[in-house]
């Protein structure tokens, strides 16, 4: 026991010592991300301290960019597991190993979920007030317990298989299938629930006509399976560029088909929803009307809209076309695709929920300076995040860094032990 | 190795500056809570013991900041008392007054401005509160070819924000009254977003009071001075209603469109008007939310 505690301890040890160790373009990379994370602290620091009215935020528009940017990012942790799908249903071996990136993503993408909707809290202060047993978590009657149980759980589950497949690897043995494929397959189910739950919460508000309409979620669960591994497809790319790490190009092309799919749903569903919207022509129009046209002067979202819709389709067409097997085109259509599904899943749901107000009131809505710094120090420590999560996993699949090498010198800046093949 | 370490030291005394620089806004905190009030218990599982505690704490809080040693209540719904407000649209003439009476009564921040009623002006013959004019500011009111319509909160039987909370940090008491407990809400906004009558606000920063316009008769789910970060709204007056007044907006209103009362007591006037006055409706009916503040029309 006390043997597999010291080992474990100096497994973390020796993760967190390489989380250090990279060469110079690894320390720009971090220092730039760090730099932006105090950026976004020291700006959510100033909030704490004199309230939401340094953001944009109103008693008219009281959700903002920080919703909006939890919303997109649930998705983007949802769409971990259309990774884990094909190799653990359908036997995909292509995918096997990058699964754990997928996964390594959710948890980094929850993180900052949590980071969001905190930094959107009055009085974070009293966060214990939603911790069960101590506080009083109004479950299962607020849509937003629930969101707190399912994001939380998504985050420990992902973390245990991550964990527990890399310490495996570490040591060089095989991984026990009781530990690990349940909850895999518990996670599949749990990813879709996430994402049900997050869109449930706007649906569920009879009084915002714009949010309550069953199409939110299933547009929701679209939209994130194609925004979701898009960033993937990049992300694995960087990570074949940076690193010796071996990721085959059929590899890519797999989700390139998710995210195909995904995107044509996507776009499909758009239309039913906007057909909806405007050809009934009833009252409860208005707030899509200020959307996708402007309403009574008042337009701060349509360029916006425009934009992520002509984007959604460019990147239709590129992923339909045989043009996208090329990975230039791809990753075209995978950037045009995260920007469009981030401007429509974040602004363009949560703004115009809020415009007009139940009492027919136009009051705009932008985002201040110091609220986009929140915004990007989040981003940023998201990134880092990431980063560090795969400057750890990345030598542990490769084999560079095992059990088997402990008692050898640590690698220092720039230099990278020669790859060894890893143990299947 | 000696620059190596030279650097690596540098790296983290550099970082450590960077933190401090970052975390440096904290420096103003000033009162923003005290152990008392994080460690506070939720309303319902407090005895009385730790409720007169919490009031004393109140009390010193409020004597500290504005010089007024107020009188701070825990009142309790009545037993066979279901509070209805009716409003008589036909002689509402928006004059506003019951907004400012209400700011006044319930010690809301002057500075952002938080009212928890607000008057539309409507056209003639429509009801689509999306012509609603928020913003009239005419010479003289009422206005030809207008009527006004105050809305504030409609306690609902069915209220939307206790629904959402996901704190129970607002409820509806056996009176009928959706209270919060200002306290124990986390500041989220959900009730805020679920409401269709746009009736709560959001404390965005440190409200300001005058203290020589503080309202000292004060209550725990009722106008006692709010802290930064979260939500309050229409109350139907708890401190005096609960004591068998009326709320100061029926006081002031100049033309008494406002009425007032226990729906339970088969003599009061509110009974009298939702048994005799042939056309009253409740605001988004098809909600569902089934308000206790009904609107009716009558010369």
Known sequence: ?424 | MGRRNFLRSSAAFAGLGALAASLSPLREIGDYSSVDEFMQKYYKEMTPDDMSKVIKRIENEVQRQYGIRPHVRDLKPMDGVEFVYCLNLTRCIGCRKCVHACVAENNQSRNPEIQYIRVLKLPHGSMDIEKADHLYNPEAVPQKGFFYMPVQCQQCHNPPCVKVCPVHATWQEKDGITVIDYDWCIGCRYCEAACPYWARRFNFTKPEIPKERLNPNMAYLGNRPRKQGVMEKCHFCIQRTRVGRYPACLEVCPVGARKFGNILDPDSEVSYILREKRIFIQLKEEMGTNPRFFYYFEK
Not at chain 1, 392 to 397: A, D, G, R, T
């Open chain 1, 1 to 424: 026991m006390i043997h597999a505690t010291r080992d474990y301890l100096t497994f973390l040890w020796r993760c967190a010592r390489i989380a250090f160790v990279g060469d110079w373009r690894y320390y720009t990379w971090m220092g730039g991300l760090t730099v932006f994370s105090l950026l976004g602290l020291h700006a959510y620091c100033n909030q704490f301290v004199h309230g939401l009215i340094v953001t944009g935020m109103s008693d008219e528009v009281s959700w903002g960019v920080y919703i909006a940017n939890f919303t997109f990012l649930v998705g983007v942790a949802a769409a971990a597991v259309m990774m884990v799908i094909p190799v653990y249903i359908y036997d995909n071996e292509e995918l096997h190993d990058l699964v754990i990136f997928g996964e390594l993503l959710a948890v980094a993408a929850i993180i900052m979920c949590l980071a969001f909707v905190t930094v959107d809290l009055g009085r974070p202060d009293r966060f214990w007030h939603l911790i069960p047993g101590i506080g009083q978590l109004n479950f299962p009657r607020s849509m937003l317990s629930w969101d707190v149980i399912v994001l939380n759980g998504y985050l420990l589950l992902n973390i245990h298989i991550c964990g527990y497949l890399l310490y495996c690897r570490y040591q060089g043995r095989k991984p026990s299938k009781w530990f690990y494929i349940p909850f895999v397959f518990i996670a599949i189910v749990w990813a879709v629930s996430i994402h049900t739950v997050t869109a449930f919460l706007y649906v569920g508000l009879g009084g915002r006509p714009f949010w309550n309409s069953s199409i939110v979620g299933p547009r929701f669960l679209a939209s994130a399976f194609s925004a979701g591994p898009a960033i993937i497809i990049l992300a694995l790319q960087v990570i074949r560029r940076v690193t010796r790490y071996h990721i085959t190009d059929k590899a890519l092309l797999t989700l390139r088909s998710i995210v195909q799919v995904s995107m044509i749903i996507n776009v499909f569903l758009l239309i039913n929803e906007i057909f909806k919207e405007f050809y009934s022509g009833n009252l409860h129009v208005a707030s899509s009307k200020y959307l996708f046209l402007g309403l009574d002067g008042h337009h701060a979202l349509v360029p916006w809209i425009w934009t992520a819709i002509v984007f959604n389709l460019i990147s239709m067409f590129l992923l339909i076309l045989p043009l996208s097997r090329s990975l230039r085109w791809l990753d075209v259509a995978c950037v045009l695709c995260i920007v469009g599904i981030w401007i429509e899943k974040g602004m363009g749901l949560v703004i115009p929920g809020f415009i007009p107000t139940p009492l027919g009131a136009l009051i705009e809505y932008t985002p201040s300076m110091n609220e986009t710094l929140v915004c990007l120090g989040i981003w940023a420590f998201g990134l880092l995040c990431y980063t560090i999560f795969l400057r750890m996993s990345v030598p542990i699949l490769q084999g560079t860094l095992s059990k088997a090498n402990e008692h050898l010198p640590e690698p220092e800046a720039g230099v990278e032990h020669s790859p060894v093949p890893a143990p299947h």
